[in-house]
């Protein structure tokens, strides 16, 4: 903006113009006819809106330019996520912030403008089934309406909670199990029985077990919480990562972190909308 600044200051306007071509004309000797004078006083005034113009131009011409760097790199990630057809997930944890019909229309927004192009949303949580079946088929109505897949995110916190089958066949895009807390024979019980009785979309599990045996349709591991230089070896295809912008120190970190996971596995998830929203990245 500094150089827009300068190159402006130094561009004459149509006063200053003026001043100049005045200057210039009172010096001229005044010979001729009347009629010749006259004609001469046209061609000058003709010249005064080509002069400005051109300014006007040359103003717009350099405007664009800086705002178009100025927005490069804001726009960068979307540029990119835009040319993939990988899993762009952006994960709804109610524990955060909750969504909900009043504010659907928000994230969807949010959700399109940042390049995402699926949602985890959380609609269970600890035993607790937070919306109806009604509620349920609005939000997947309403997401495939913007062109964005949404699975059904499941928060299990103990062994002796079972999966809803009131959220099964509603037009959902698959269902996600979030059950890291568990002993590993809950977590197979719980996959093993959504494999079963659930069949009109993709299975999908989030865990902090990198090494885990599971075999979902989709896989995400919750490398986020991973802050050192070992991360990068759990970064790979077969798996989709994920990003955490809370635990990010700016946005350029943030950036850097996504695009990597999402060039080095086979998708990104970011956890979770919340921090999106109150990190601003």
């Known amino acids: 903006m500094n150089i827009l600044k300068s190159c402006i200051s130094r561009i004459p306007f149509p006063d200053q113009l003026a001043v100049v071509f ?20 046209r061609q000058k005034a003709s010249r005064t809106p080509i002069i400005v113009g051109a300014v006007v131009l040359l ?19 979307v540029e990119n996520t835009n040319q993939t057809s990988k899993p762009i997930i952006l994960y709804v944890n109610q524990g955060n912030a909750l969504v ?21 949303f959380q609609v269970y949580r600890s035993g607790n089934l937070f919306f109806s079946q009604s509620n349920l088929t609005y939000f997947v109505n309403a997401a495939h309406i913007e062109d964005l897949k949404i699975y059904f995110a499941l928060y299990f916190t103990s062994s002796n909670q079972q999966i809803p089958t009131s959220i ?26 959504l494999q079963q009785n659930y069949k009109q979309g993709k299975t999908a599990v989030t865990s902090t077990n990198f090494a885990t045996s599971l075999k979902p349709d989709l896989l995400i591991l919750e490398t986020y919480q991973v802050q ?29 972190q996504y695009q990597y996971d999402l060039s080095n596995s086979d998708g990104v998830m970011v956890f979770d909308y919340y921090g999106l929203i109150k990190t601003g990245y």
Do not use: C, W
Not at 59 to 77: D, E, H, P, R, Y
Not at 170 to 193: F, H, K, V
């Open 168 to 193: 099964y066949n509603l037009g959902e895009d698959g269902i996600s199990l979030d059950m890291s807390t568990l002993a590993d024979p809950a977590q197979t019980n719980l996959l093993t029985t």
């Open 22 to 41: 005045g200057s210039v004309n009172e010096k001229m000797p005044k010979t001729g006819s009347s009629k010749e004078r006259s004609h001469g006083s």
């Open 100 to 120: 909900d019909a009043t504010n659907f229309t928000a994230l969807l927004n949010f959700a399109k403008t940042n390049a995402f192009n699926t949602l985890f």
């Open 228 to 256: 050192n230089s070992s991360k990068d070896t759990y970064i790979h295809p077969g798996v989709i990562t994920s990003v955490e912008p809370l635990a990010m120190p700016s946005r350029q970190v943030y950036q850097s």
């Open 59 to 77: 103003i717009l011409v350099i405007s664009g330019g800086a705002f178009f760097l100025t927005q490069k790199s804001s726009t960068s990630i």
